[in-house]
């Protein structure tokens, strides 16, 4: 459990993608600096394996405030999951400002408003995987993924899934059981009602590689038991912005995000985490 000092505005940028960026990180910390956050959280897709870790030390020496990361799909390419993973950690465990939040178990944030985070995988189980005609990158890409057939690439998404899946049950219960409100971080959409492209629900084509039904379960499933306490979910992969309310106190925000152009998607109001919930729907 870890717990320091209140953080009432806590940033939050998903898909900076900065091996897309030319130059420096400046233009994204001068953006930071303009709304003054107290913590920041990125969900996912910094960079990519060869470069990720430069990209992270940029950012470690241009930040001034906590920095919390989960990993998206991009942040492996050119490498493993083991791999990637076991240097994000060195790195972070070494930094100052950057944690790796998997890692971190539950963070207080301040009051009753606790975040957990993984980074979570599209695990083929929405719309129609072995029909699908899209074939993502990632799978000639990732160490782990290249040279699967359909069929074993799609046991290898649904351990990924359940990977996630099983995070959350296991530190969701401890941060439920010690604060009113969580905040969730996670890459990948963990519903369909908030997997969003361009405005609108993505189709059975799409769902399969862009949206993660198990973990969606177990968020569902917890938040269902605890109808008096609220969970956010914060995510992103889709590039495109949108809201979705899946129970009265569960609502997730997908962070919309352009190539070479990284920025924020939000800056969230820890006093005022309730309100999110009256005004919130989607």
């Known amino acids: 459990m870890r717990r320091g000092t209140s953080m009432r505005r806590l940033a939050w940028a998903t898909d900076i993608h900065l091996n897309f960026v030319r130059g420096d990180v400046r233009a994204f910390c001068e953006q930071l600096r303009s709304v003054s956050p107290d913590a920041l959280i990125i969900t ?128 969701l219960p401890r941060a439920l059981d010690r604060y009113r409100n969580v905040i969730v971080a996670t890459h990948v959409p963990p519903f369909r009602e908030a997997c969003f492209h361009e405005g609108k629900i993505a189709d059975d084509e799409h769902l399969p590689h862009f949206a993660c039904a198990a973990l969606g379960e177990a968020l569902r499933q917890v938040m269902r038991a605890r109808p008096e306490q609220r969970m956010l979910v914060l995510c992103g992969h889709t590039h495109s912005r949108g809201e979705a309310r899946i129970l009265p106190n569960l609502l997730v925000r997908t962070g919309g995000a352009i190539y070479g152009q990284p920025g924020l998607a939000d800056v969230v109001d820890t006093q005022a985490f309730e309100s999110l919930f009256a005004a919130g729907g989607g």
């Open 44 to 171: 996912g897709d910094i960079s990519e394996a060869p470069t990720l870790a430069r990209h992270l030390g940029e950012l470690d020496r241009a930040l001034w405030m906590p920095t919390w990361i989960v990993l998206g799909n991009h942040d492996f390419y050119g490498g493993s999951f083991r791999a990637v993973r076991a240097e994000v950690g060195n790195l972070c465990r070494n930094s100052k400002r950057l944690r790796y939040l998997p890692g971190e178990g539950v963070v207080w944030l301040g009051g009753e408003v606790a975040m957990v985070g993984h980074d979570g995988w599209a695990d083929g189980r929405l719309g129609d995987f072995l029909r699908s005609q899209v074939v993502l990158n990632d799978y000639f890409m990732i160490d782990d993924l290249a040279g699967l057939d359909v069929k074993k690439r799609r046991e290898k998404l649904h351990k990924l899934g359940d990977e996630a899946a099983a995070h959350f049950r296991r530190v």
